[in-house]
C-alpha cells in the first residue's frame, strides 16, 4: 500500500515509447479486424463501428490530449486508406464514414483531456502535499525542541536561567554572523560539537562534513572526548546518508545492518526541512543510563534544529538577484500550470528610519518566516529600500490578517515607537499572470496596500 502521495503519481513512459505504444495501438486494431474479415477490416458494415475508437480511446486515457487526438487522425486516415484500397476514393461511403470520423476524434480528444485534467489535478495536489508537508515537518521540529526544553529545565536546578532554546539560539547568532564566504562548520564546528555534546551528554564523538554530493569528508573531521580509529565507511555511516534519518545500534540490529565490533553507538544526520544532510555526528561514547529511546529522540530533535540553522547559514534572506528570480519564478509556474496562489509581499522603508530601526524590522519579519516562507533585502547604495517576502500558498485575503499581525509586532518593539508610521506593506498576487521579472520590477498598485500605524 502507497504510503506517499508521491508513490501515487502517474509516471508517464519515455517519450518516444509513448509515440510508439501509440502508433502499436492505433495500428494493432485494424490489423486484429483485417484477420476477423479481410473484405472488411475495420468492420464498418458489421455492426462493429466502434473497434476504431477503442485506440483514440485507450491512447486518450493513458497519455492525455495530443496523443489522443494524434490516434483519432491516424484512425480517420487508416478508414480513408481502407476506402481507396477497397472502394476506389478516399470518402467513399460518405454517409456513413463521415459521422464515424467525426466521432473517433470526439472520443480521442474528451479521454484526452478528462486525463490531463486529473493529472493536473494529482500534481496540484502533490505540490500541496509537499508544501504542507514542510511546515507540519517545521511545526513538529519546535514542538519537540520546546518539549524537551521544558523537560530539562524541570529537571535542572532552579538557579539555572538558561535552557536548551537559549542556548541554541546563542549558537545560532554566531553561525548568522559569518559572512557567505566563511565555511560555517570550520569557523565553529568545535562549538556545534561541544553544544551537542552537552545537552545529550555525549563523551565522545565526530563531526563529520558532508560535500554537495552528500558523501563525508574525513579530512575536516572535528574531534570531541579524544580521537579515536574509525572506518569511514562503517555500515552504519553509510545508512545514515542513505536512510537521512539517525541510525543506532537498535534500529542497525533491526535492519540486519552488519555491526559486529561496531565503535559506534549511534550516528546523527545534521539535516534540515529540505532533507538536505549538512554534516553526521558520530557517537563512540556516552553513559550507558543515557542510552535510552528518549535520549535518542533528543539526540535526532537536535541534529534536525542544528540542520536548520546551518540551513540557514548557507542560505540566507539576502541572496543574490537570480536566486530571487527563480524563487519567485517557481511558484509563478506552479500558479501557471496548477493554479496554486501565492503573495509577494513588498515592506517599503522611509528615509526617516535608522539603518538599526530597518534592521530590527527585518529581524521582526524573519521570526514571523514559516517553513516554505522566505524573504530578501533590496539595496539602493548600500542603503535598503524594501523587503520582499514571499508567502507560497496564501490567498489575497490572508494579507490582512499577516499586515496586521506584523503591526502589533512593529508597535511592541521599543526601538520603533511612531516610526511605525513610516512603514509601508503591499503585496502582489502570484497567479501566473506576470512574470517572475515582472512582479520584482513591477510597481504595485495603492488599492492593495496597506500601511502600518
Not at 573531521?221 to 537498535?250: N, S, V, Y
Not at 556516552?286 to 547559514?313: C, E, K, N, S
Amino acid at each position: 500500500m502507497a504510503t506517499h502521495i508521491d508513490e501515487l503519481q502517474p509516471a508517464l513512459a519515455p517519450r518516444w515509447l509513448r509515440y510508439l505504444e501509440a502508433l502499436v495501438i492505433t495500428l494493432a486494431l485494424p490489423v486484429i479486424g483485417w484477420i476477423i474479415n479481410p473484405n472488411d477490416p475495420l468492420l464498418l458494415g458489421s455492426g462493429l463501428t466502434w473497434l476504431l475508437a477503442i485506440a483514440p480511446l485507450l491512447v486518450g486515457m493513458r497519455y492525455g490530449f495530443a496523443m489522443g487526438f494524434s490516434s483519432a487522425l491516424i484512425s480517420v486516415a487508416i478508414m480513408g486508406l481502407e476506402g481507396f484500397w477497397y472502394h476506389g476514393e478516399l470518402l467513399a461511403e460518405r454517409a456513413q464514414r463521415l459521422p464515424i470520423a467525426i466521432a473517433l476524434i470526439l472520443v480521442g480528444m474528451v479521454a484526452g483531456e478528462m486525463a490531463d485534467v486529473w493529472r493536473r489535478r494529482l500534481q496540484q495536489m502533490a505540490i500541496l502535499h509537499r508544501a504542507q508537508s514542510t511546515r507540519l515537518e517545521e511545526f513538529v521540529r519546535h514542538y519537540q525542541l520546546l518539549r524537551v526544553s521544558h523537560d530539562q529545565l524541570a529537571e535542572r536546578l532552579a538557579a539555572n536561567p538558561f535552557t536548551l532554546r537559549d542556548a541554541l539560539r546563542a549558537l545560532e547568532e554566531k553561525f548568522l554572523s559569518l559572512s557567505s564566504h566563511q565555511d560555517p562548520l570550520a569557523q565553529h564546528g568545535s562549538e556545534l560539537l561541544n553544544f551537542l555534546a552537552l545537552h545529550a551528554r555525549i563523551q565522545q564523538a565526530v563531526l563529520l562534513p558532508v560535500d554537495h554530493q552528500q558523501r563525508l569528508v574525513p579530512q575536516a573531521a572535528i574531534w570531541f572526548g579524544g580521537e579515536k580509529a574509525l572506518d569511514w565507511h562503517d555500515p552504519m555511516l553509510t545508512a545514515c546518508l542513505e536512510q537521512r534519518r539517525m541510525i543506532c545500534l537498535k534500529s542497525a540490529m533491526t535492519q540486519g545492518i552488519n555491526i559486529d565490533n561496531a565503535p559506534l553507538l549511534a550516528v546523527v544526520p545534521l539535516i534540515d526541512v529540505e532533507e538536505q544532510i549538512h554534516a553526521v555526528v558520530a557517537v563512540t561514547a556516552m553513559p550507558f543510563i543515557d542510552f535510552h529511546r528518549g535520549h535518542l529522540h533528543l539526540l535526532a530533535v537536535l541534529g534536525a534544529q542544528l540542520g536548520d540553522m546551518l540551513q540557514h547559514t548557507q542560505h540566507p534572506g539576502q541572496g543574490n538577484s537570480g536566486d530571487q528570480r527563480a524563487l519567485v519564478a517557481q511558484w509563478v509556474r506552479h500558479a501557471r500550470e496548477h493554479q496554486l496562489t501565492s503573495l509577494l509581499v513588498t515592506i517599503d522603508f522611509s528615509q526617516q528610519l535608522s539603518d538599526a530601526q530597518i534592521q530590527l524590522i527585518i529581524d521582526n519579519v524573519a521570526h514571523q518566516q514559516r517553513g516554505l516562507d522566505r524573504s530578501w533585502v533590496v539595496r539602493q547604495a548600500d542603503h535598503p529600500q524594501h523587503l520582499y517576502v514571499l508567502l507560497p500558498l496564501t490567498q489575497p485575503r490572508a494579507f490582512a490578517i499577516y499586515s496586521e499581525r506584523l503591526q502589533e509586532i512593529f508597535a511592541s518593539e521599543p526601538g520603533l515607537g511612531e516610526a511605525c508610521q513610516a512603514i509601508r506593506l503591499s503585496y502582489q498576487v502570484i497567479d501566473g499572470r506576470l512574470s517572475a521579472k515582472k512582479l520584482l520590477s513591477r510597481h504595485v498598485h495603492a488599492e492593495v496596500s496597506h500601511a502600518t500605524s
